[in-house]
């Protein structure tokens, strides 16, 4: 059974980085073709993917913030990481993790709210 | 970037009534080496994660019930419900994974009328 479970900071100031935890069960991070995902979603807005990270250590990041994301992983422990650097008010979002085989998003965790406020 | 455009971005539907719901890319999905399009459909319920429906524009994830159909190719997908039941109102969207970043729809969100 595939489980995925985000963890965060739950809130911060701006110009904090913002670390994210994805725990999951069920899969390993080591297995050919296996990635995990990071996805985020303003209150009552729609998706915006981040970044992925493959069983092989590639990753890609969403061009539209720029240089302000690292996504890494923990294979020993099951865990993928996504830090957003220079954090705003724009990245208040509950932040989801997904387990994506060949790009499509399988498995999602319950998500983790993220306020950025002063 | 690829844009995804669904339309309508609401609709109000009683149960039992067939539903279809579109989704366009700015370009093409469909990879010519393995003839497979790169979209999927997700259904996202009010307080919940997205939960994936469809992959490869028509194949239904395990469990979904059949009532879910996915069609299309190219740049022109549809899902269709083909008798909306109430535990279906929720908000869909459609994702390319041709290429990154991926990339979704603004959702369809299924009201009660």
């Known amino acids: 059974q595939v489980t995925l479970k985000e963890s965060g900071p739950g809130i911060l100031q701006p110009s904090q980085t913002l670390s994210l935890t994805c725990t999951f069960s069920g899969f390993s991070l080591s297995t050919y073709g296996m990635g995990v995902g990071w996805i985020r979603q303003p209150s009552g807005k729609g998706l915006e993917w981040l970044a992925n990270i493959w069983w092989d250590d590639d990753k890609y990041y969403n061009p539209s913030l720029k240089n302000r994301l690292t996504i890494s992983k923990d294979t020993s422990n099951n865990q993928a990481f996504l830090k957003i650097t220079n954090v705003d008010t724009a990245d208040t979002a509950t932040y989801y993790c997904a387990l994506t085989t060949e790009g499509i998003s399988d498995y999602w965790g319950q998500g983790v709210m993220v306020t950025v406020s002063s | 970037d690829i844009v995804m455009t669904q339309t309508p971005s609401s609709q109000a539907v009683s149960a039992g009534e067939k539903v279809t719901m579109s989704c366009k890319s700015s370009q093409s999905l469909l990879y010519n080496e393995n003839k497979k399009n790169y979209l999927a459909w997700y259904q996202q319920k009010p307080g919940q994660s997205p939960k994936l429906l469809i992959y490869?524009?028509?194949t239904r994830e395990s469990g979904v019930p059949d009532r879910f159909i996915g069609s299309g190719s190219g740049t022109d997908f549809t899902l269709t419900i083909s008798s909306v039941q109430a535990e279906d109102l929720a908000v869909y969207y459609c994702?390319?994974?041709?290429?990154?970043?991926?990339?979704f729809g603004a959702g369809t969100k299924l009201e009660l009328k």
């Open positions: 994702q390319q994974y041709y290429n990154f970043p991926y990339t």
């Open positions: 490869w524009a028509s």
